[in-house]
C-alpha cells in the first residue's frame, strides 16, 4: 500500500486531535473558572512584585540625595535610658530596685476595690453585656455598681447608663424600697 500524500496525513492528524480535544472540553470547563482566577493571582503577584522591585531601585536611587540622620528621633535603645522606670526619679543616686517595686505593684493591686459581688467579672463586660444583666440588680446593687465604676475605670458610657437604670429603677420604686 503506498502512503498517502503528506497533506491528506496532516488533515487527518488535525481532525483525529479535534475530536480528541471535543470530547477533552466538558472536563476542561469545569476546571475553567480555577484556572482563570489562578492565573489572574498569579499575574497580579508578579505586578505587585515588579511594582515593589522598582519601588526599592527607587529608594536606592533617591537615597544618594537625602542626608542619613545619624539617630532618628522616634528611635529609643537600652543603653539611652538611665534608669529602670523613667517615670520615678532615682533615689540615692540610684536606680529603683525592681523587686521593691513588684512588691508595691502587688500592694497595690491587693488594696484595690473588690468588683461587685452580683458581677464577679465586671470589668471584662462590653457595655452590651452589662446592659442585659442590669434588670435583675436592686437600686443599692445598682448604687454600688455605680460607685465601683467611678472609683476604677470611669467610662462614660458606663456611668451614664448606671445612673440612667438608677433614675427609672428609683422612679419605679415605692418610696419605702428606696
Not at 2 to 15: K, M, S
Not at 64 to 74: I, K, M, N
Not at 108 to 114: G, I, N, P, Q
Amino acid at each position: 500500500m503506498t502512503p498517502l500524500p503528506l497533506p491528506i496525513r496532516v488533515a487527518a492528524g488535525l481532525a483525529a486531535t479535534a475530536v480528541e480535544r471535543a470530547r477533552e472540553l466538558p472536563e476542561k470547563l469545569v476546571g475553567l473558572p480555577v484556572t482563570v482566577a489562578s492565573q489572574a493571582m498569579q499575574l497580579s503577584m508578579r505586578v505587585q512584585q515588579h511594582v515593589t522591585a522598582l519601588a526599592i531601585k527607587g529608594d536606592e536611587a533617591l537615597a544618594a540625595f537625602r542626608p542619613v540622620e545619624e539617630t532618628p528621633e522616634w528611635a529609643t535603645f537600652d543603653e539611652d535610658i538611665d534608669s529602670y522606670d523613667v517615670s520615678k526619679p532615682e533615689t540615692n543616686g540610684r536606680a529603683p530596685d525592681p523587686w521593691e517595686m513588684e512588691s508595691s505593684a502587688i500592694s497595690e493591686a491587693e488594696d484595690a476595690v473588690e468588683p461587685p459581688a452580683g458581677l464577679p467579672n465586671y470589668d471584662e463586660l462590653t457595655l452590651p453585656q452589662l446592659r442585659a444583666r442590669l434588670r435583675g440588680f436592686s437600686l443599692a446593687e445598682l448604687q454600688e455598681l455605680l460607685r465601683y465604676e467611678e472609683g476604677n475605670a470611669a467610662r462614660p458610657s458606663f456611668i451614664g447608663m448606671l445612673t440612667r437604670r438608677i433614675t427609672s429603677v428609683s422612679a419605679a420604686s415605692p418610696p419605702e424600697e428606696q
